[in-house]
C-alpha cells in the first residue's frame, strides 16, 4: 500500500496484481478495487498483455472467496478483449481459467473442453508455462473423476512441459497430487517421496 503511494505505470501495475492476489480472502473488497484499478490503468496504457494479467487478476479474486461464476464472467470478458485484439496469449490464459472455474465448480465435462483448446493453443503459440498448467489441471480432472492411471500419465506429461518451462509452482503441485494418488491407492512410500519432492525439486 505504501509503495503504491509514488508507484506510476508498469509498475504500479504490478504492485497492485501483488497486492489483489494476497488480500483476496482477508479483504476481498478490497482486492476488488485493487484489480479494477489494475484493469483500468492497463486500458491508460494500451497493453492488452496487461489488461488480461488485470481480467485474471480479479477473476482470482472472485475464486478465492467462491464466486465461481463471477469470475467466469470476469474470464469470458478477457477472452472476448483477447479475441477483439487477436491475442492468442491472452485467448489462452483465459480459457484455462474458465477451465480450472468449471473443475472447482465440479462440471469436468465442460473444464475438459475449455482446458483442451487452451491446451492446443498454448501449443500452437509455443507458451510452455501455460501448457504446463493446462496440462496439470487436465490430469486434476482426471484424478478428482477417478481416472488414476490416465491421471499419474498426464502428471507426467505436465511434469515434463513444466520442467522445460521453468515453472516451479506448476512443478510443486504437479509432485504434491501425484503423491495424492499414490497416497489414495495405498502406496504411501512413494507418497511420501513425491509430496516430499514437492518442496525441494528444482
Known amino acids: 500500500e505504501k509503495l503504491l503511494v509514488s508507484a506510476t505505470g508498469k509498475e504500479r501495475f504490478e504492485i497492485l496484481g ?26 491508460d496504457l494500451n497493453n492488452i498483455e496487461l489488461e488480461i494479467d488485470g481480467y485474471v487478476y480479479k477473476g482470482y479474486a472472485f475464486e ?76 486434476d480432472n482426471l484424478r478428482q473423476t477417478g481416472n488414476i492411471e490416465s491421471a499419474l500419465k498426464k502428471f507426467n506429461e ?16 504437479t509432485f504434491g497430487n501425484i503423491g495424492l494418488v499414490y497416497y489414495a491407492q495405498g502406496d504411501f512410500n512413494e507418497a511420501i517421496g513425491f509430496t516430499s519432492t514437492c518442496y525441494w525439486d528444482r
Open 158 to 173: 505436465a511434469l515434463e512441459v513444466a520442467r522445460k518451462a521453468e515453472d516451479i509452482n506448476t512443478m510443486a503441485g
Open 64 to 139: 478465492s472467496v467462491m464466486k465461481d461464476n463471477e469470475a467466469l464472467e470476469i474470464y469470458q470478458k478477457a477472452l472476448d478483449v483477447s479475441e477483439q485484439n487477436n491475442y492468442d496469449k491472452g485467448k489462452a490464459k483465459a480459457l484455462y481459467r474458465m477451465g480450472r472455474s468449471f473443475q472447482f465448480q465440479r462440471d469436468y465435462t465442460r473444464s475438459d473442453e475449455y482446458l483442451n483448446q487452451a491446451l492446443e493453443l498454448s501449443m500452437e503459440i509455443k507458451d510452455l508455462k501455460i501448457q504446463g498448467e493446462v496440462l496439470y489441471m487436465l490430469a
Open 18 to 43: 501483488a497486492l489483489t492476489a494476497e488480500i483476496s480472502r482477508s479483504d476481498n473488497p478490497r482486492s476488488l478495487e485493487l484489480a479494477d484499478e489494475a484493469i483500468s490503468l492497463a486500458k
